[in-house]
T-cell receptor, first 116, second 112 residues
């Protein structure tokens, strides 16, 4: 299957700082990528749809000024958590639809964010 | 009503038994259905996709789709302890730009 990478895999930061998470499609181009958040023992929650060359589309209740998304190229989307607080601690996962005309989503390995 | 619903479990089966996981969805026009497996602390990995009514088999896994009843299921034959994980049902609903709707997942434990 298609490969999606994320960096970093784990980050610990102080409250009030900003954290950038990268999502890359390694062997295919993705005009669209998705960002999810998952709290312990809960399901995936879609945060936003990242669109190459245009603004991201945010789900209801997700603050676009706090979670900045930039889809700068066909293989890279970044999520920046600005002024992070402990309640932002979560598992952040990106996904991208595979190439070749199918709509299968492939997930990155995830980024564990801990805000102290 | 949630777009995709699953029984959260936990579901426990003995090793070697068949595990049956079920999922219902709300959008009758949905065309694509997926089962993902997620181990604790890891991201989901694709197990199977199914697009047409009926059964689709891949090794020990069989996906079943019934669009008229709006349900999709996953059977795991000869369950192994390594199958213990949370199984997520995902549906790509019509006209959502490849956006997936996920169920809350069913936790499966295979008892040795």
């Amino acid at each position: 299957g298609a490969v999606v990478s994320q960096h970093p895999s784990r980050v610990i930061c102080k409250s009030g700082t900003s954290v950038k998470i990268e999502c890359r499609s390694l062997d295919f181009q993705a005009t669209t990528m998705f960002w999810y958040r998952q709290f312990p023992k809960q399901s995936l929650m879609l945060m936003a749809t990242s669109n190459e060359g245009s603004k991201a589309t945010y789900e209801q209740g997700v603050e676009k000024d706090k979670f900045l998304i930039n889809h700068a190229s066909l293989t890279l989307s970044t999520l920046t958590v600005t002024s992070a607080h402990p309640e932002d601690s979560s598992f952040y996962i990106c996904s991208a639809p595979s190439a070749g005309g199918t709509d299968t989503q492939y997930f990155g390995p995830g980024t564990r964010l801990t805000v102290l | 009503q949630k777009e995709v619903e699953q029984n959260s479990g936990p579901l426990s089966v003995p090793e070697g038994a068949i595990a049956s996981l079920n999922c219902t969805y709300s959008d009758r026009g949905s065309q694509s259905f997926f089962w993902y497996r997620q181990y604790s602390g890891k991201s989901p990995e694709l197990i199977m996709s199914i697009y047409s009514n009926g059964d689709k088999e891949d090794g020990r896994f069989t996906a079943q789709l019934n669009k008229a009843s709006q349900y999709v299921s996953l059977l795991i034959r000869d369950s192994q302890p390594s199958d213990s994980a949370t199984y997520l049902c995902a549906v790509n609903m019509m006209n959502t730009g490849n956006q997936f709707y996920f169920g809350t997942g069913t936790s499966l434990t295979v008892i040795p």
